[in-house]
T-cell receptor, first 111, second 120 residues
Framework: GENVEQHPSTLSVQEGDSAVIKCTYSDSASNYFPWYKQELGKGPQLIIDIRSNVGEKKDQRIAVTLNKTAKHFSLHITETQPEDSAVYFC??????????FGTGTRLLVSP | GAVVSQHPSRVICKSGTSVKIECRSLDFQATTMFWYRQFPKQSLMLMAT?????????EQGVEKDKFLINHASLTLSTLTVTSAHPEDSSFYIC????????????????FGDGTRLSIL
């Protein structure tokens, strides 16, 4: 079945630094790649997404890059703030319109 | 926009009780909703896909008679955990997808805030 690998599993940065999380996938038919942020005790919140006809998308401090040939996509957070601390999940869509999630990255931003 | 409301947020009940969880899309119509289960420090595991007006599609290994799903309107899906036991204790999360059923690849899924179910 579809598989999504996500790295790193934990990431600690200082406030103001950049953070990068990478996901690789195996299903070449996937064409939608969202990123979610999950805070403790809450549901995942969609923070940015990208479709396969675009290589990069940016929204303020958050950007996503996609390399469809290499089957990987990355989340970039610049000028990190303590409130960015959370668990981040990447996901891909499948031929059945379902999402397959990565294993998650726990991001800790220290003041 | 794209708000999904899930209730209740927390349930504690005795073994053998049935528990119903509601998932509502507040400002958009969702012909397709999804139910996930999440164990501590793990990723989301899809349990079933709920389509308005038709039977839910369950993932392999999920007991359909244990986890009853009803999607009677374009804004409401319910998950009922029947005769719950301690091993059913978990964090259950629903999501609702924008767009029409079966149409449009890559339509965003928006999640509720989850229900923490604890069976004593």
């Amino acid at each position: 079945g579809e598989n999504v690998e996500q790295h790193p599993s934990t990431l600690s940065v200082q406030e103001g630094d950049s953070a990068v999380i990478k996901c690789t996938y195996s299903d070449s038919a996937s064409n939608y790649f969202p990123w979610y942020k999950q805070e403790l005790g809450k549901g995942p919140q969609l923070i940015i997404d990208i479709r396969s006809n675009v290589g990069e998308k940016k929204d303020q401090r958050i950007a996503v890059t996609l390399n469809k040939t290499a089957k990987h996509f990355s989340l970039h957070i610049t000028e990190t703030q303590p409130e960015d601390s959370a668990v981040y999940f990447c996901a891909i869509n499948t031929g059945f319109q379902k999402l397959v999630f990565g294993t998650g990255t726990r991001l800790l931003v220290s003041p | 926009g794209a708000v999904v409301s899930q209730h209740p947020s927390r349930v504690i009940c005795k073994s053998g009780t049935s528990v119903k969880i509601e998932c509502r899309s507040l400002d958009f119509q969702a012909t397709t909703m999804f139910w996930y289960r999440q164990f501590p420090k793990q990723s989301l595991m899809l349990m079933a896909t709920s389509n308005e007006g038709s039977k839910a599609t369950y993932e392999q290994g999920v007991e359909k008679d244990k986890f009853l799903i009803n999607h009677a309107s374009l804004t409401l899906s319910t998950l009922t955990v029947t005769s719950a036991h301690p091993e059913d204790s978990s964090f259950y999360i629903c999501s609702a997808r924008e767009g029409v059923q079966g149409g449009g690849t890559g339509q965003p899924q928006h999640f509720g805030d989850g229900t923490r179910l604890s069976i004593l």
